[in-house]
């Protein structure tokens, strides 16, 4: 069965205190991995796209990297605005995405 | 260029009433689905829609009716509410064709059912 399993659920930082966030995943034939950010009272917001073991994709502070179990979502040097949580989604394809829980990030001032 | 809207951003039913919530994009995409977000669980797919005129079920499809009359709307009814349908759900489009594309979400439709 696939499954996608995120952590920390929670995380609090300190304004330019870097930090990773984790998505494990089980997904048979791996087409895709997704990562989103979602804002309180929002719809999910798409970041990244990883399609291949070794990608790596950068936006400002984020930078997402994929491995064959793994997913990181590397925060440096944080602001408040960013400030969310952070949703992965692995898909096989077909439209069959599964979203782990997310990770709720604070970045403190 | 508005992207997704839901309608409406928050509704409140007694148990064994009706609704539909709306969805629309402008984006002509082939691909629309609905979603529903609860604290602790990964977003669900209730139901799905590669093209007007085809649906078809997703994880979550009981309780729930949708059609595609059209490339833009994805209406998804309610046809006797339940406290257990009390959620937040979310309308998503796609313009991939294969299945990998990213999402595009709406602001998400707030439903509470007493």
């Known amino acids: 069965e696939d499954q996608v399993t995120q952590s920390p659920e929670a995380l609090r930082l300190q304004e330019g205190e870097s930090s990773s966030l984790n998505c494990s995943y089980t997904?048979?034939?791996?087409?895709?991995l997704f990562w989103y950010r979602q804002d309180p009272g929002k719809g999910p917001e798409f970041l990244f796209t990883?399609?291949?073991a070794g990608e790596e994709k950068e936006k400002e502070r984020l930078k997402a990297t994929l491995t064959k179990k793994e997913s990181f979502l590397h925060i440096t040097a944080p602001k408040p605005e960013d400030s969310a949580t952070y949703l992965c989604?692995?898909?096989?394809?077909?439209?069959?995405?599964?979203f782990g829980t997310g990770t709720r990030l604070k970045v403190l001032a | 260029n508005a992207g997704v809207t839901q309608t409406p951003k928050f509704q409140v039913l007694k148990t064994g009433q009706s609704m539909t919530l709306q969805c629309a994009q402008d984006?002509?995409?082939?691909?629309m689905s609905w979603y529903r977000q609860d604290p602790g669980m990964g977003l669900r797919l209730i139901h799905y829609?590669?093209?007007?005129?085809?649906?078809d079920q997703g994880e979550v499809p009981n309780g729930y009716n949708v059609s595609r009359s059209t490339t833009e709307d994805f209406p998804l009814r309610l046809l006797s509410a339940a406290p257990s349908q009390t959620s937040v759900y979310f309308c998503?489009?796609?313009?991939?064709?294969?299945?990998?594309?990213?999402?595009?979400f709406g602001e998400g439709s707030r439903l509470t059912v007493l």
């Open positions: 984006m002509n995409h082939e691909y």
């Open positions: 997904v048979s034939g791996l087409r895709g």
């Open positions: 829609s590669v093209g007007a005129g085809i649906t």
């Open positions: 989604a692995p898909t096989s394809g077909t439209y069959k995405y599964i």
């Open positions: 998503a489009s796609t313009r991939d064709r294969v299945g990998t594309g990213e999402l595009f």
């Open positions: 990883l399609y291949s």
